[in-house]
């Protein structure tokens, strides 16, 4: 079974940054999309940023340019790394096996990590 933990969250003032870590046991990343996924309550799930199997990186139009993901395979762990972030951008934030933005029908993977911006 896929083992999922992700960490780095925290609550951070408006134009702060934060790196989010997913580490994945059980689960080889070089042979699979991977991304993250935003949780707001009463809003629908975002796709965050993704990598295909190509190493082809796509993110949402609200992150792009704020936001980068990466991975490392040799430790099985992908990232997310934010900065000047704003209010918008809190929600729980999870890593999900998704090759896009688009994530309907995607699950996310592990409880995610929390995400608060202060105004």
């Known amino acids: 079974q896929v083992q999922v933990e992700e960490s780095g969250g925290g609550s951070v003032p408006a134009g702060g940054s934060l790196t989010l870590s997913c580490t994945v046991a059980?689960?080889?990343?070089?042979?699979?999309?991977m991304g993250w996924l935003r949780e707001v309550p009463g809003k629908a799930r975002r796709g965050v940023a993704a990598?295909?199997?190509?190493?082809?990186?796509s993110y949402g139009d609200f992150v792009k340019g704020r936001f980068t993901i990466s991975k490392d395979d040799a430790k099985n762990t992908l990232y997310l790394e934010m900065n000047s972030l704003t209010p918008e951008d809190t929600g729980l934030y999870y890593c999900?096996?998704?090759?896009?933005?688009?994530?309907?029908?995607?699950?996310?993977w592990g409880l995610g990590t929390q995400v608060t911006v202060s105004s």
């Open positions: 999900a096996p998704t090759c896009g933005i688009v994530v309907a029908g995607v699950r996310p």
């Open positions: 059980g689960h080889v990343l070089s042979s699979y999309c």
């Open positions: 990598i295909d199997i190509d190493g082809r990186i």
